[in-house]
T-cell receptor, first 111, second 112 residues
Framework: NAGVMQNPRHLVRRRGQEARLRCSPM?????VYWYRQLPEEGLKFMVY????????ESGMPKERFSAEFPKEGPSILRIQQVVRGDSAAYFC?????????FGQGTRLTVV | QKEVEQDPGPLSVPEGAIVSLNCTYS??????FMWYRQYSRKGPELLMY????GNKEDGRFTAQVDKSSKYISLFIRDSQPSDSATYLC????????????FGKGITLSVRP
């Protein structure tokens, strides 16, 4: 059973471009979470999704950020018009009902 | 006051030492408590998961939760160089599979 798969592992974007981060949960897991880790900071919750539904987006910035978890395919975290402050490690986690399992993360660098 | 405070680091100990890592929290709704280990440039790995107050032991690791003091601890016995990593405490009100609130993490180095 493969773990939570995130791609790409590293992403470089110029200011103003769009970033798309993908997350495939573990087989059988229907809950997906996105967290952001800024340098010298702990992980900060962004959004919680189930298939085709956003359950909790209380941690998402109001502008430029969106997330989806379609019926088929991976969950996508989309950042439009990236700025340097978006540079961070973005982690996805999936869960069946209890423990949450994290992927290896996508490290976004905005230049 | 932050919801979760974790002892600042870094922490360096000799191999074989007992390590104590601690977090305090302010939100009395937290019921689920977790410790994650994160190696450099990797994702967090769940080490221990505890519901409500009490102790839980798994090999060299023991997690303690004191809800009356809003204080949780992770003890590592007979520490090994392979334990060198960043340790993150995390908490949730609704279950380990819901929104987690993390401490900032503490970096542990175990010297051979």
């Amino acid at each position: 059973n493969a773990g939570v798969m995130q791609n790409p592992r590293h992403l470089v974007r110029r200011r103003g471009q769009e970033a798309r981060l993908r997350c495939s949960p573990m087989k059988g897991h229907s809950h997906v979470y996105w967290y952001r880790q800024l340098p010298e900071e702990g992980l900060k919750f962004m959004v919680y999704l189930q298939k085709e539904n956003i359950i909790d987006e209380s941690g998402m910035p109001k502008e430029r950020f969106s997330a989806e978890f379609p019926k088929e395919g991976p969950s996508i975290l989309r950042i439009q018009q990236v700025v340097r402050g978006d540079s961070a490690a973005y982690f996805c986690a999936s869960s069946p009902k209890t423990e949450a399992f994290f992927g290896q993360g996508t490290r976004l660098t905005v230049v | 006051q932050k919801e979760v405070e974790q002892d600042p680091g870094p922490l360096s100990v000799p191999e074989g030492a007992i390590v104590s890592l601690n977090c305090t929290y302010s939100n009395s709704a937290f019921q689920y408590f977790m410790w994650y280990r994160q190696y450099s440039r990797k994702g967090p790995e769940l080490l221990m998961y505890t519901y409500s107050s009490g102790n839980k032991e798994d090999g060299r690791f023991t997690a303690q939760v004191d809800k009356s003091s809003k204080y949780i601890s992770l003890f590592i016995r007979d520490s090994q160089p392979s334990d060198s990593a960043t340790y993150l405490c995390a908490m949730s009100a609704s279950g380990a599979n819901s929104k987690l609130t993390f401490g900032k993490g503490i970096t542990l180095s175990v010297r051979p």
